[in-house]
């Protein structure tokens, strides 16, 4: 089957830990269906409901959903599950029924305690230190970070900076973000990076306009506003460049790529190979 012609689905995973569980159950059961374009966006870390109330905002403009969920706590379950019913979408709970088996057998209860499935080595801590620091400095909160960092994402609104910055954590690499607006202060630590470590994230005119008039839409506002106007993006996005261009980084434009494909070209253009 072509690639025009396959069936795409987009995999959504939640985790109040990193993910790997869901995201490895995820990837067997997909290598089964080989004529099925296969999207993944993880989500680690979601421990509270304000977390899953921004995943949730962030999902709905996919269509073909399954939430793969890895979430020890029932208020936290509770949610995912009006969320599926709402939208009519597939779900599996990773996590519940081997709990609710090994309590009616042993009669015990659970910790909810969570994370406690993984095997707790180097790589593990690492990866959890890398995640922590993606949510610490995403969407530029402290300009420190920027020097700490293995990776500095820079664009505009809605080219994909914090799921990618996430996906890449997950890699080990400790990710920065900073959103552009133009004619706004650029931190001075953007100057003092190593261009190699600068990755500037653009889109197509058409598809950003479309991704924030649905964004709008899906706050039930006017979708005709400066956010989405197609003048104003256009500057923008020219801004973003002079901006690429005077810092040399490499720029890599996200419209219809993954966020896997994107962060494929980056861990390549940073000599990194895949784990």
């Given at each position: 089957?072509?690639?025009?012609?396959?069936?795409?689905?987009?995999?959504?995973?939640?985790?109040?830990?990193?993910?790997?569980?869901?995201?490895?159950n995820?990837?067997?059961?997909?290598?089964?269906?080989?004529?099925?374009?296969?999207?993944?966006?993880?989500?680690?870390?979601?421990?509270?409901?304000?977390?899953?109330?921004?995943?949730f905002?962030?999902?709905?403009?996919?269509?073909?959903?399954i939430?793969?969920?890895?979430?020890?706590?029932?208020?936290?379950?509770?949610?995912?599950?009006?969320?599926?019913?709402?939208?009519?979408?597939?779900?599996?709970?990773?996590?519940?029924?081997?709990?609710?088996?090994?309590?009616?057998?042993?009669?015990?209860r659970?910790?909810?305690?969570?994370?406690?499935?993984?095997?707790?080595?180097?790589?593990?801590?690492?990866?959890?230190?890398?995640?922590?620091?993606?949510?610490?400095y995403?969407?530029?909160?402290?300009?420190?970070?920027?020097?700490?960092?293995?990776?500095?994402?820079?664009?505009?609104?809605?080219?994909?900076?914090?799921?990618?910055?996430?996906?890449?954590?997950?890699?080990?690499?400790?990710?920065?973000?900073?959103?552009?607006?133009?004619?706004?202060?650029?931190?001075?630590?953007?100057?003092?990076?190593?261009?190699?470590?600068?990755?500037?994230?653009?889109?197509?005119?058409?598809?950003?306009?479309?991704?924030?008039?649905?964004?709008?839409?899906?706050?039930?506002?006017?979708?005709?506003?400066?956010?989405?106007?197609?003048?104003?993006?256009?500057?923008?996005?020219?801004?973003?460049?002079?901006?690429?261009?005077?810092?040399?980084?490499?720029?890599?434009?996200?419209?219809?790529?993954?966020?896997?494909?994107?962060?494929?070209?980056?861990?390549?253009?940073?000599?990194?190979?895949?784990?």
């Amino acid at each position: 089957m072509s690639q025009e012609t396959k069936k795409e689905v987009n995999i959504i995973i939640i985790s109040d830990s990193a993910g790997d569980t869901a995201f490895n159950n995820a990837i067997a059961a997909a290598a089964q269906f080989p004529d099925a374009q296969v999207n993944y966006r993880r989500y680690p870390f979601i421990t509270d409901k304000n977390k899953l109330d921004d995943v949730f905002e962030e999902i709905e403009q996919y269509s073909n959903l399954i939430i793969i969920y890895s979430l020890v706590k029932d208020e936290m379950q509770i949610p995912v599950i009006r969320f599926v019913r709402e939208h009519k979408v597939q779900s599996v709970d990773i996590l519940s029924p081997a709990i609710e088996a090994l309590q009616k057998v042993t009669g015990m209860r659970p910790l909810e305690k969570i994370g406690a499935q993984h095997k707790m080595n180097q790589h593990y801590f690492d990866r959890i230190s890398a995640m922590e620091f993606a949510v610490m400095y995403d969407d530029g909160k402290d300009p420190k970070g920027f020097l700490e960092a293995d990776v500095v994402l820079l664009g505009v609104s809605r080219t994909s900076k914090t799921p990618l910055s996430l996906f890449l954590a997950n890699k080990n690499l400790k990710v920065a973000n900073l959103p552009l607006v133009p004619d706004t202060h650029i931190p001075k630590e953007i100057y003092k990076i190593n261009p190699k470590k600068i990755i500037g994230l653009t889109n197509d005119l058409s598809v950003l306009n479309e991704i924030r008039r649905q964004r709008m839409i899906s706050y039930g506002l006017n979708p005709n506003t400066t956010y989405s106007n197609t003048d104003s993006i256009k500057a923008e996005l020219d801004s973003a460049k002079k901006l690429y261009d005077k810092l040399g980084c490499f720029v890599i434009n996200v419209a219809h790529r993954s966020i896997e494909e994107t962060a494929a070209l980056i861990m390549n253009h940073l000599g990194i190979e895949e784990q």
